[in-house]
């Protein structure tokens, strides 16, 4: 009999960026849900594997690993956490790093190489790593696997081991010792993901939500993604690049996991699906939605949108070309509705740039609708939201923002009258060129980018690009500005404080 596979699937060590005055310049969570390992350590355990979860984000101590100046600040890089250090690398058979944000790119490497010169077989996946494999492959890694479905994940342990060399897989490039693997047969869909058993959900549950704060009655948070890739096509964001189309789970299976975020002790669950709506355009996908809502709420579950819904498929005419733009109000009650208990406690907005409307991104509705649907939304009683928009795209001006402005504080008042109790505030993201995007590559062409530095543009409090109009050093004033917008501070619930000390006073809101 063959002794099984041993894997250690790490979870990155938080950032923190601090100037000399001690003040950290990005979020900085260590305690949220373990939202890619639940999927991932499920997968390879239903394989067979033993896995084991080494979740360096546990652990008080704080570690210099860098340097970066940024507005003329010296910005110390340090990650919050255990040391990877600790642990020897024989301690397993194979070790998973996945690194998901172009921030934790520096860390993951340094892993990696520690990892790799201690004789350990490295397999790097996340988004980063699919958008620049080769620099993974450098810092040691036996394999990058590009594909964000799963569907090689078994050949690749199987060959990391040297068991297999089968055709699942299409070996792109070889640098060094190491290979670049990416899927050649169908991608799975989140409905063949292995259900993680309840020690697997348990070991992934949070107590932090990084949108605000979550009332105690709803935690711990699990986690749950119902759906991968998207069939919009922005051009900052990486999913169109994994090219996945579309890929739903049945609400059937949907239900099983939002059972087991139940089971495991959950009271609240984040789901942050790609494109949860996008089963809306087909007729029977609507049903689907208020079917997987009813059934969260018999559950006794909350939900938390924490990746954003897109607006525009909440509509009547479900975003569709030419499609009546009226709100859905079946669906916008199933989707957002609180009762006080349970429902929807917290979305995420993803506004981008409202007021531009499809002249920005296609999936935008106009203005005036776009204010409707989120009075709707309000009227459901969704008691908190946070609404993120893009500040920093290439043509924006003073005047553009000062625009934007405006017509954040006139959707603040219009949303409060809706419900005074509402808690609402603006997140305004700094844009980030990420990799393997449109935009990066639009940027790059017209040199706009004056900071490359991976922590820099991974973050999204340190703005790293100018604007045709504008210096970046403008834009993050504008972003602080902007920060000020609404019943909750953003900035200052994450511990990016500094933004605060530039910004001017909020504005009160109009009397209502
Ligand atoms: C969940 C999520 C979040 C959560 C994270 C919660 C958490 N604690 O995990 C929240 C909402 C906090 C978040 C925030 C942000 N996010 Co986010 N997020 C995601 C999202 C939707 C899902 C990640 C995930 O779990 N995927 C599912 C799992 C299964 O896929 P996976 O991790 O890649 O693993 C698979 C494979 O890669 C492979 N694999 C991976 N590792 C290994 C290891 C081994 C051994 C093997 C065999 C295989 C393997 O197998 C897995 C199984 O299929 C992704 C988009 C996406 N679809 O991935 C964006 C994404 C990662 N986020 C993105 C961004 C930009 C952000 C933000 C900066 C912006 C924002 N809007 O707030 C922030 C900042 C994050 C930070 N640094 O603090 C970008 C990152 C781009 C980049 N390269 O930097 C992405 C790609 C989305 C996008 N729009 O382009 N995010
Ligand atoms: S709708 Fe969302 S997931 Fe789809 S491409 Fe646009 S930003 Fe990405």
Redesign the pocket.
């Known amino acids: 009999m063959g002794t099984v596979t041993r894997i250690g699937l790490v979870e990155l060590p938080a950032i923190k960026l601090c100037d000399p005055s001690g003040k950290n310049w990005t979020a900085f969570r260590q305690h949220e849900p373990l939202v890619s390992k639940q999927i991932l350590m499920a997968q390879l355990r239903a394989y067979g594997y033993l896995t084991s979860l080494i979740n360096l984000k546990c652990g008080s101590q704080e570690h210099l690993f860098g340097e970066v100046r940024w507005r003329g600040l010296l910005l110390q890089k340090k990650f919050g956490g255990n040391s990877i250090e600790g642990y020897p690398a024989d301690m397993f058979d194979v070790w998973g790093i996945t690194v998901n944000y172009m921030q934790e790119r520096e860390i993951a490497q340094r892993i990696i190489r520690y990892l790799a010169s201690q004789g350990g077989r490295v397999v790097v996946g996340g988004s980063d790593a699919l958008a620049e494999p080769a620099m993974y492959l450098a810092a040691g890694a036996m394999v990058v696997v590009t594909d964000k479905s799963g569907a090689i994940n078994r050949s690749v342990i199987e060959y990391v081991m040297g068991r297999a060399a089968d055709s699942e897989w299409r070996q792109m490039t070889v640098t060094g010792g190491g290979k670049i693997l990416g899927r050649r047969g169908p991608a799975l869909s989140p409905e063949d993901w292995p259900l993680p058993d309840v020690d697997v959900a348990i070991a992934c549950l949070g107590t932090q939500y990084w949108e605000g704060e979550i009332p105690p009655f709803l935690l711990p948070i699990g986690s749950a993604i119902v759906d991968i890739g998207?069939d919009?096509?922005?051009d900052f964001?990486q999913?169109?690049t994994y090219k996945l189309g579309y890929k739903s789970m049945s609400p059937g299976v949907a239900l099983k996991w939002f059972a087991k975020q139940k089971e495991a002790g959950a009271r609240s669950v984040i789901c942050p699906s790609?494109?949860f709506l996008g089963r809306v355009l087909w007729e029977e996908g609507r049903r689907e939605v208020l079917r997987i809502m009813e059934g969260i709420r018999e559950l006794g579950l909350s939900v938390l949108w924490g990746n954003g819904l897109?607006l525009k498929k909440a509509t009547v005419g479900r975003g569709l070309p030419g499609g009546d733009l009226t709100p859905d109000n079946e669906l916008c009650e199933a989707l957002w509705g609180w009762d006080g208990r349970i429902g929807c406690y917290n979305a995420y907005i993803?506004g981008e740039r409202p007021v531009r409307g499809e002249a920005a991104?296609q999936?935008l509705l106009p203005w005036e609708e776009h204010v409707r649907l989120m009075r709707t939304m309000v009227q459901t009683g969704i008691p908190d939201i946070s609404y993120g928009i893009i500040v920093g795209l290439p043509d924006d001006s003073a005047d553009e923002l000062s625009r934007l402005e405006d017509a954040l504080y006139e959707l603040w008042f219009l949303l409060k009258r809706e419900n005074p109790n509402l808690q609402f505030r603006v997140i305004p993201f700094s844009l980030r060129p990420l990799p393997g995007t449109t935009l990066t590559k639009g940027l790059a062409s017209e040199g706009l980018v004056a900071n490359p530095d991976p922590a820099v543009c991974g973050g999204f409090w340190t703005a790293c690009a100018n604007t045709r109009y504008m210096t970046y050093e403008a834009v993050s004033d504008w972003q602080a500005r902007l920060s000020q917008i609404g019943d909750l501070r953003y900035a200052r619930h994450q511990g990016v404080t500094s933004l605060l000390r530039e910004a001017s006073q909020p504005q009160a809101i109009p009397a209502l």
């Open positions: 998207c919009r096509k922005c964001c999913t169109p790609d494109q897109e993803p991104y999936k």
